[in-house]
């Protein structure tokens, strides 16, 4: 059974910071691309940021380019958004996925097996 669990989420004012934190059981995510996505109510859920297995390749929205780094420690299983200069427009839920290496970088969530139930974060201004 495999399980992505997020944390890290919150409510934080705008220009200020929160690192996400997704982490794996029951799937080894170095043998997987990962990605965050996020969903703000009444909107398409929408691809934020992704990195290959190794970790040596990333990817971002125009949106969040720049203010937004992911990472990844493969030895703990455990895969991290961290967001600087937070925008009231970034409130959504969050959620960490993986997909099988060949999709590394897709912003379609369907190339996505496995899902996080999410985390909220919300950005007053």
């Known amino acids: 059974q495999v399980q992505l669990v997020e944390s890290g989420g919150g409510l934080v004012q705008a220009g200020g910071s929160l690192r996400l934190s997704c982490a794996a059981s029951?799937?080894?995510?170095?043998?997987?691309?990962s990605a965050w996505f996020r969903q703000a109510p009444g909107k398409e859920r929408e691809f934020v940021a992704g990195?290959?297995?190794?970790?040596?390749?990333?990817y971002y929205a125009d949106s969040v380019k720049g203010r937004f780094t992911i990472s990844r420690d493969n030895a703990k299983n455990t895969v991290y958004l961290q967001m600087n200069n937070l925008r009231p427009e970034d409130t959504a839920v969050y959620s960490c996925?993986?997909?099988?290496?060949?999709?590394?970088?897709?912003?379609?969530?369907?190339?996505?097996?496995?899902w996080g139930q999410g985390t909220q974060v919300t950005v007053s201004s």
């Open positions: 996925a993986t997909a099988p290496p060949a999709y590394s970088g897709s912003a379609y969530p369907s190339r996505y097996d496995y």
């Open positions: 029951g799937r080894t995510v170095s043998m997987y691309t």
């Open positions: 990195i290959s297995w190794s970790g040596g390749l990333t």
